[in-house]
């Protein structure tokens, strides 16, 4: 028997953009946070660099602004970026209010202020930390927070599988009514019901090979909307982080970009420094540029890597700043204070996402997207360093802000019928999924990465339906696991990237073709919309919308 809970808002996922719409709505509604592991795993959580906003006298919103407008190479929407940054200020006093310490030092009048760092494409220091791990500040203090309000319910080790959409299932009213989620200790699917479902399941970098990601960045939360009815848009943006540790035991792990802001040199392996052909900024141009120049560099020499060199930063502000990449590194039996750092890109940040308004809503009733998931219009073709967090955070407030005015007048709640596996059996062969898995993050890395053609992306294109036809027979066979669930997640992820890069016939900040290095003079949204919803009265898993 399918279990089933009720509440006022679902919320799918707990890094900063989900943990701060829960707070937002602790006050006005039942709130249940879902999430597919431990509350902890996130991006957020390893987030390092820091939170962008104009906290700084010298400094001026105008600034920021014009700085992200630069980074996102044309693309960003001028109202969105105002929106967030314009908020900035007010988001880090409610995240101060809700417990993140972030670093402070001596000002001129002997009175603490804030400790500002500076990233790629800032032309100021306005990047609050808590020395390199800012994540686990925010997340920490959040999840805190969330844990202690008897209004918000915590479910880990929960997957949401779908939204429930009433025109899809011929249930009466129209939008959003809930979620079908897996309860990954039971193995039991469960029907968690609510006129409204916010998604805050973050990125999908997980889509390429290497990443800097946790391994739960699969898309979910764009691959659900997306079967639910909604637009997504800029899915050819996808970010790759200039700099993560190359060592085989490292899993790509992120070197913060803070280091390169505190004076970090790159290097060629024979010591030359590079940036300077590309970019005025240097190591500090923005990182669509510094990744592009490292991958040719790395293909011009044949080379495995090139090398972060912050020897001259001195071991004290070393240990003051970055001791949780001084300590790593040093795990894997490298000196930063005495050696230069090994370094590659990986993928990092997915820009495009389910197209939603500055409050979070989305193209389907009751349905919200907020953080990493969603396409606001404020990264436009690369996102500037640390402006996600802020992002999350902006928001998460202003979605709960909405939805709490809107509860009130919420339609009644139609039953959602049962997960129906009578048809299914358990999986004889995840051999399947774990090969299905290697190839599709192979050939996006290979086709769909730092430097595309026509002809690459025509050959991941190929095998991308293909593996999509396996995976849908895969999934109507047999019962769902977490692996499955995110394979065909990604899968539906990875064509929406390679159709998005497909169409767009110009080179712009983190898409680069051969075919097509101009960049067009009006720049425009790459914006897929699926085709329109069907009555699936079937077993709500016999869904055939992706
Ligand atoms: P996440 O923090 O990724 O959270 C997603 C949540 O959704 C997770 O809890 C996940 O388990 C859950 N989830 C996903 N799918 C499902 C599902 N189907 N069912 C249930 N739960 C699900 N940005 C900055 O601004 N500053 C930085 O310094 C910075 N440093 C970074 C360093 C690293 C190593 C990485 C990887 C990213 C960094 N970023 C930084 C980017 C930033 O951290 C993320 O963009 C941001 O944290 C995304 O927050 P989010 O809440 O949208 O998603
Ligand atoms: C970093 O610390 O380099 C990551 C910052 C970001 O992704 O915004």
């Known amino acids: 028997m399918t279990a089933r809970h009720a509440y006022d808002v679902i919320i799918i996922g707990s890094g900063a953009a989900g943990l701060a719409t829960a707070l937002g709505l602790a006050h006005g509604a039942r709130v249940a946070v879902l999430s597919k592991d431990s509350l902890r795993v996130s991006s957020t959580s390893w987030a390092q660099g820091g939170i962008a906003a104009v906290l700084d006298a010298e400094d001026d919103l105008e600034a920021h602004i014009q700085d992200t407008l630069e980074a996102g190479a044309g693309m960003c929407h001028q109202d969105a970026v105002r929106f967030v940054v314009e908020r900035g200020p007010d988001a880090i006093r409610w995240l101060v209010d809700h417990g993140v310490h972030f670093d402070t030092e001596d000002g001129p009048d002997g009175q603490p202020r804030f400790h500002l760092t500076q990233e790629g494409g800032h032309s100021h220091r306005r990047i609050l930390h808590a020395a390199d791990a800012t994540g686990i500040a925010v997340s920490g203090s959040l999840e805190e927070r969330v844990r202690a309000t008897p209004s918000i319910e915590v479910f880990e080790h929960y997957v949401a599988i779908d939204v429930v959409v009433r025109e899809k299932l011929g249930l009466p009213g129209s939008g959003c009514a809930g979620v079908y989620a897996l309860n990954r200790r039971s193995g039991g699917v469960e029907v968690f019901q609510a006129p409204f479902v916010v998604l805050a399941s973050g990125g999908a970098s997980r889509v390429y090979l290497y990443t800097s990601n946790p391994d739960g960045s699969t898309g979910d939360g764009i691959a659900m909307a997306w079967r639910a009815g909604c637009r997504v848009a800029n899915m050819e943006f996808n970010q790759f982080h200039p700099t993560c540790l190359f060592h085989p035991k490292a899993k790509s792990f992120l070197v913060s970009e803070a280091l390169r802001g505190e004076g970090g040199l790159l290097r060629l392996p024979d010591g030359e420094r590079f940036m300077s052909r590309f970019h005025p900024r240097a190591e500090l141009a923005p990182r669509d540029v510094v990744a592009r120049a490292i991958d040719f560099e790395m293909k011009r020499l044949g080379a495995d890597c090139v090398f972060l060199d ?21 795990e894997f039996g490298i000196d930063i204070r005495a050696e230069p750092i090994p370094v590659v890109p990986a993928a990092h940040y997915t820009c495009g996402g389910v197209v939603t308004g500055s409050n979070g809503r989305t193209d389907v009733p009751g349905l919200y997207a907020v953080g990493e998931c969603s396409f606001t219009g404020l990264h436009g073709a690369n996102r500037m360093a640390s402006n996600s967090l802020l992002e999350c955070v ?47 993050r192979h050939f996006m890395w290979d086709y769909v990465g ?31 696991s977490n692996d499955l669930i995110e394979l065909r997640n990604l899968a539906l992820v990875a064509e929406l990237i390679i159709q998005s890069a497909l169409n767009r016939r110009e080179s712009r900040g983190l898409h680069y073709t051969l075919d097509y290095p101009q960049t067009l003079p009006t720049p425009r949204d790459t914006v897929l919309t699926p085709s329109p919803l069907r009555l699936d009265v079937q077993a709500s898993r016999r869904w055939r919308l992706d």
Do not use: M
Not at 402 to 418: S, V, W
């Open 450 to 480: 730092i430097v595309r053609t026509d002809k690459r992306l025509a050959r991941a294109q190929h095998r991308i339906e293909l593996l999509r036809r396996e995976i849908h027979e895969y999934y109507a066979n047999y019962k769902v």
């Open 310 to 330: 912050v020897t001259h930063l001195g071991e004290d502000r070393l240990q003051a700043h970055f001791p949780n990449i001084l300590a790593r590194c040093a």
């Open 394 to 440: 902006v928001v998460a407030r202003e979605a709960s802000a909405d939805i709490l005015r809107l509860l009130p007048q919420a339609e009644a709640q139609p039953e959602a019928p049962a997960w129906d596996e009578s048809q299914v059996t358990d999986s004889d062969e995840d051999v399947v999924i774990s090969h299905n898995w290697d190839e599709l």
